[in-house]
């Protein structure tokens, strides 16, 4: 700011503490409205969470210090869109982490819906764990145990009638279970698009700082003047 303040008169010199404050604000603005528009580049389907997670606190005469931030906890997985690396997974409290939801509504922005998890392992045909099947494959998730009814046994048993489950097998990473995985806890993939946040940022101070403060210096020097 101080090249812009060279050739000020001693009125504006005064005012020079309050138009900072009100263009630093400004543009801060300006970089939250880049920002919120660029999750819907980036993203195909935004939260509403997300979009309001970009936040602005205004600089003062006594602190000319404006700040655009990310509130914390969409920080946690827009982060990797920064700087690279895997998905951030929220954990889940029943183990693991969410990960490829199968045969389950998803809502609007791809996502699974808020207590959906919870009213899935709460129903008496599923249960939450790890499975360990004999190719020594391991799969945590959510599944859905197969129906229990009197069956035909083996027939070099007799063909006499045995009870538990009955259902048509199917296929969890290539292996036959009776089970229905429903929604699968995994490993975090590494994210593929980059959000651009700083620079981004860095673009919109350069493009607009000195048109912000000639604005704001003109606007407290006719406030002065009355």
Request: proline share 5%; net charge positive.
């Amino acid at each position: 700011m101080k090249p812009l303040q060279t050739t000020l008169s001693d009125l504006a010199k005064k005012q020079i503490p309050f138009a900072t404050a009100r263009a630093l604000t400004a543009v801060a603005k300006r970089v939250q409205r880049a920002e919120k528009d660029a999750l819907s580049e980036v993203f195909d389907r935004p939260t509403l969470f997300t979009q309001r997670s970009i936040g602005v606190t205004a600089a003062k005469k006594a602190d000319l210090t404006a700040t655009v931030f990310v509130k914390d906890i969409a920080a946690q997985y827009l982060e990797p869109f920064e700087t690279g690396g895997q998905h951030h997974l929220p954990p889940s409290k029943r183990g693991g982490t969410l990960f490829n939801p199968k045969a389950v509504d998803l809502n609007q922005y791809g996502n699974l819906p808020k207590g959906k998890l919870r009213r899935l392992a709460a129903r008496p045909d599923t249960f939450v764990g790890t499975i360990n099947f004999r190719s020594g494959q391991t799969v945590s998730g959510v599944w859905r145990r197969p129906k229990r009814d009197y069956r035909r046994a083996d027939p070099k048993r007799g063909y006499w009638r045995d009870y538990g489950t009955k259902g048509k097998l199917r296929k969890v990473d290539g292996v036959l279970t009776g089970l229905k995985l429903l929604v699968r806890f995994g490993d975090a993939l590494p994210v593929k698009q980059r959000l651009g946040y700083s620079e981004r940022a860095k673009d919109v101070v350069r493009a607009s700082l000195k048109a912000e403060f000639d604005k704001a210096m003109g606007a407290a020097l006719a406030t002065a003047r009355k």
